[in-house]
């Protein structure tokens, strides 16, 4: 079975400063691809970031970075340089074999002060 | 514009009562799920489907019911049987890989009283 877990129910950063949300996961599907979403207050669910299992390379968009870490089944999200827009809830999800649907974790709210 | 359509953003029922939340998309996805929110619970799968007339359960099913009888539609039944209705709902689409994203609507928050 598939499962995703991430360990900080709240992080707090100051802005400009970097964060690091972690994301662990748990799969026997050689194939899989790792996505995270921001939920702000209002509710929407916005997508982030995309790593296949195969990517030979960190995703980067922007100012979100992947770290992809596949022997240690890490995909930790790093914000650059925080800004107050950034608090939100972030969800780290994973999708696996065809058929199967996006499995997400309990999420991490991130609260960025001045 | 394309996107996904989810209906109402408010929902109020009395206990003992069957209600159906709205899912429509025009992005022609093959694949639409929904998902249940509660605080400090991550979203959690409810039903999904790869297509149309084809749909399976997830984590949380019982209580619900679905059906996939247009590609743009998947509304979410919520039935009497369902213990602890009152929730946020997400529905979501996507093209059926594992590399795309998934696409939501802007949710439905119903409660139960």
């Known amino acids: 079975a598939q499962k995703i877990t991430q360990t900080q129910p709240g992080m707090f950063v100051q802005e400009k400063e970097a964060v690091t949300l972690d994301c662990t996961y748990d799969?026997?599907?050689?194939?899989?691809?790792l996505f995270w979403y921001k939920q702000p207050s209002s509710g929407e669910m916005i997508f982030l970031i995309y790593?296949?299992?195969?990517?030979?390379q960190n995703a980067t968009e922007g100012r979100y970075s992947l770290n992809f870490q596949k022997a240690r089944k890490s995909a930790n999200l790093v914000i650059s340089a925080s800004q107050l827009g950034d608090s939100a809830m972030y969800f780290c999800?994973?999708?696996?074999?065809?058929?199967?649907?996006?499995?997400f974790g309990k999420g991490t709210t991130l609260s960025v002060s001045s | 514009d394309g996107g996904i359509t989810q209906s109402p953003k408010y929902l109020f029922r009395k206990e003992g009562q069957n209600v159906t939340l709205s899912c429509e998309q025009n992005?022609?996805?093959?694949?639409m799920y929904w998902y249940r929110q509660d605080p400090g619970q991550g979203l959690r799968l409810i039903y999904y489907?790869?297509?149309?007339?084809?749909?399976q359960k997830g984590d949380i099913a019982e209580g619900y019911s679905v059906s996939r009888e247009k590609k743009e539609s998947f509304p979410l039944t919520v039935t009497s049987a369902q213990k602890n209705p009152t929730a946020f709902y997400l529905c979501?689409?996507?093209?059926?890989?594992?590399?795309?994203?998934?696409?939501f609507g802007q949710g439905t928050r119903l409660t139960v009283v």
């Open positions: 979501a689409s996507s093209a059926g890989s594992r590399s795309t994203e998934a696409f």
């Open positions: 799969t026997s599907d050689p194939s899989y691809g």
């Open positions: 790593q296949g299992s195969y990517d030979q």
């Open positions: 999800a994973m999708s696996g074999q065809a058929g199967t649907a996006l499995i």
């Open positions: 992005l022609n996805h093959d694949a």
């Open positions: 489907s790869q297509i149309v007339n084809d749909f």
